[in-house]
């Protein structure tokens, strides 16, 4: 497990590959009980990613930056909350 002073992310990292899973609380306007999941897409280069999955035709909200990292939120063609992030390649020591 590894978390960042002062973060609300609880980033679960596997002992000998895998996934790693990022947990946070849910937001204000989510209700007890109801499910809410974001696929987060680890990259490099958000900002690029972004600039090609525009001209297929995803849209990615504004890019924010938080702690060494940057990330960007969108929602699929089904409405799914998804997201782009940096943090992997971040220094998180």
């Given at each position: ?44 280069d ?24 940057v ?10 909350s ?12």
């Amino acid at each position: 497990m590894r978390r960042a002073e002062a973060d609300r992310i609880v980033e679960l990292v596997p002992v000998s590959g895998g996934a790693h899973l990022l947990l946070h609380p849910a937001g204000k306007a989510a209700r007890e009980g109801q499910a809410a999941v974001k696929l987060v897409f680890d990259v490099v280069d958000v900002a690029g990613f972004c600039d090609h999955a525009r001209q297929q035709g995803l849209k990615f909200g504004p890019i924010h930056k938080v702690d060494g990292y940057v990330f960007a939120n969108a929602k699929d063609p089904s409405k799914n909350s998804i997201s782009v992030s940096s943090r992997a390649f971040a220094d998180c020591s």
